[in-house]
């Protein structure tokens, strides 16, 4: 057999050509097809979105391969706001709208206040992120606020951060002590957490729709503070303490063994008695100097291991009832604690639960 | 007074309650919605109920002790 390297080196080359061609043809073919697959659903899926949204922008009917990396959530980032006016506010924010402030920042607002004449400066106080708190006027009423970037107290940074117990507690911590400093010198209403505004204009026009009903409220609860008790038992110390104030006395076998039965019965009603009257009687003590008070569902409180609940109650107290208040609550509590009553008072705090129009809504919601 | 006052988690829930409350003086642009008020409460519980674990294990070695 005759050949030349020479020859067959061409011809594997040729063979090794065709082969390629026809490869890469082939492999072109099933490319395409796969591509115009893809694109079709791509675009099908685009006007079905269009369609759900209702989104006229012309930006979404390009290329189904740079189509695909759209993602809607963007478009309803703010979309939720309650306020039906806020909706069409918050979308003018993509056009070229140059609305001072409301791009960048909100206002975080902490309570109410009625202005006064010898008005001190509220810059020293730091709300949230350390951002200086002012007053905003209308009127004679005032709401105390800070700026806060938008971005991290938008409906979705809110819902966000409510699943970090450290930005709640952090942030709940600094509402309070604002409240706390602003409530030293002044009555306020307090606002509840995470109370945002848009702009000055729209917490303007709340104060305004509602100062009557504020107004009341604020010269109601002058001179006023909240202040919280909570009265639990250690039933085990009550039981063992009767135990030793009331020591059975009869048999241990046979017929005394009912006796006892009987006896332990006895000391159980003994201790629902002690547990009522003293309850009732530091209820109705405090009420006595109290202007206002507000009974909590006993369900609701939170219990530590071993005790019971006997009353939580929220009172409103004047300022000038706290000496006697405080000596009410002493004698109280060094002659039930060793019984095995514990006391919990906290305060004085802001008019949490006094507000007439908080009253109202509730009353209203049922 | 009562050794509650000295939980710090439980002091966090009392704050929480309080700033929590249903009722609306002034609606603002943007409130906490019902479903994120739950969500502080659900994850407090969790919160609690870990460090009423932690308490109770140190009740039964602080029993051992005495």
Known sequence: MKWSPREWETNVERLVNQCAD??????EE??????????????????????????????????????????????????????????????????VDPTPFTDEEILYAFGII?????????????GMEDRPCHIVENGNLGMLVCPVPRKEYNEESLHRHMEDMAWVESHARRHEEILLKTMEGRSVIPLPFCTIFTDEENI??????????????????????EMHVKLFVDRKRLLEKLH?????????????????????????E???????????????????ISAEVSLLNKAGVVVPEG?????????????????EWDKKLAKFDEAADPLGFILDVSGPWPPYHFSRLINEEETMGG | ?????????????????????????????LILSCGNVDLVYLNLKVVLTSVQTMLEGNTSKKDVNL
């Open chain 1, 22 to 27: 026809k490869v890469i043809l082939e492999l």
């Open chain 1, 30 to 95: 099933v490319i395409m097809a796969h591509l115009r697959e893809v694109g079709e659903a791509v675009i099908q899926g685009l006007f079905q979105d269009q369609s759900c949204l209702g989104l006229s922008t012309t930006e979404q009917r390009v290329a189904g391969s740079e189509a695909k990396q759209e993602d809607p959530a963007p478009q309803v980032l703010i979309s939720e706001v309650h306020n039906a006016c806020q909706v069409s506010k918050v979308c003018d924010y993509s056009s």
């Open chain 1, 114 to 126: 009625k202005i006064k004449a010898n008005q001190e400066d509220n810059s020293d106080l730091l």
């Open chain 1, 204 to 225: 303007k026009r709340q104060l305004a729709q509602n100062t009557e009903g504020l107004q009341d409220d604020l010269q109601r609860l002058e001179n006023h503070n």
């Open chain 1, 244 to 268: 030793e104030e009331l020591p059975y006395s009869g048999g241990q076998s046979g017929g005394g063994y009912f006796q006892k039965l009987q006896w332990e019965k006895t000391i159980e």
């Open chain 1, 270 to 288: 003994e201790m629902e008695r002690v547990m009522n009257d003293y309850g009732e009687s530091l209820y109705q003590n405090l009420n006595n």
């Open chain 1, 307 to 323: 005790q019971q609940v006997i009353f939580a109650v929220h009172y409103l107290v004047a300022k000038e009832s706290r000496e």
């Open chain 2, 1 to 29: 007074m009562g050794d509650i006052a000295n939980s710090k988690q439980v002091t966090l829930l009392a704050v929480v309650e309080k700033l929590l409350d249903k009722g609306v003086v002034i609606s603002g642009d």
